[in-house]
T-cell receptor
Framework: NAGVTQTPKFQVLKTGQSMTLQCAQDMNHEYMSWYRQDPGMGLRLIHY???????DQGEVPNGYNVSRSTTEDFPLRLLSAAPSQTSVYFC?????????????FGEGSRLTVL | RKEVEQDPGPFNVPEGATVAFNCTYS??????FFWYRQDCRKEPKLLMS???SGNEDGRFTAQLNRASQYISLLIRDSKLSDSATYLC??????FGAGTTVTVRA
């Protein structure tokens, strides 16, 4: 079972470059979300989506864009990378409503911005 | 004030010991509560949901105290394999920073 698949697993960028982190799930989950995890900060919600065509901002959305054209895919775009965006990024999905249900996480994408 | 706050630990305990830690949340209208386990450099995985009446899964017991707005996790008879970071989650959305537990032989 694939579950939630993130690519790439590792990426190094230079300041100002743009890139897209890909996330796909095969569980037919309506809800998908992106988190970043930094030491001592826990998981912070960047953006989330409750279904195809619907996205909303989380706690730390600045510098990131998302789109949800299909149920399966939820890419995260960094428009102009900054060193402050060095982090581990996790995509997650779940069934159920916005505030209930188990989150299934991808394996993470480790991003370094120089 | 952060929406979810946890005892950061680290808790360093011998095998067989009992360890317990809490997580407080600020929104009294919160609907769902969970404990996730995260191993080093891995993704979080659900350990257990937390129900109003409290619930137990083997050596793990989770409690919810709505009046004081906290959830707790207790691990009995700790095993080396319990060494991990435990994240509490509220509303399937907000996470604490994690509590690190290390079980030593």
């Amino acid at each position: 079972n694939a579950g939630v698949t993130q690519t790439p697993k590792f990426q190094v960028l230079k300041t100002g470059q743009s890139m897209t982190l890909q996330c796909a799930q095969d569980m037919n989950h309506e809800y998908m979300s992106w988190y970043r995890q930094d030491p001592g900060m826990g998981l912070r919600l960047i953006h989330y989506s409750v279904g195809a065509g619907i996205t909303d901002q989380g706690e730390v959305p600045n510098g990131y864009n998302v789109s949800r054209s299909t149920t399966e895919d939820f890419p995260l775009r960094l428009l102009s990378a900054a060193p402050s965006q060095t982090s581990v990024y996790f995509c997650a999905s779940k069934a159920g409503g916005a505030h209930t249900g188990e989150l299934f996480f991808g394996e993470g994408s480790r991003l370094t911005v120089l | 004030r952060k929406e979810v706050e946890q005892d950061p630990g680290p808790f360093n305990v011998p095998e067989g010991a009992t360890v317990a830690f809490n997580c407080t949340y600020s929104n009294s209208a919160s609907q769902s509560f969970f404990w996730y386990r995260q191993d080093c450099r891995k993704e979080p995985k659900l350990l257990m949901s937390v129900y109003s009446s409290g619930n137990e899964d083997g050596r793990f017991t989770a409690q919810l105290n709505r009046a004081s707005q906290y959830i707790s996790l207790l691990i009995r008879d700790s095993k080396l394999s319990d060494s991990a970071t435990y994240l509490c989650a509220v509303n399937s959305r907000s996470f604490g920073a994690g509590t690190t537990v290390t079980v030593r032989a």
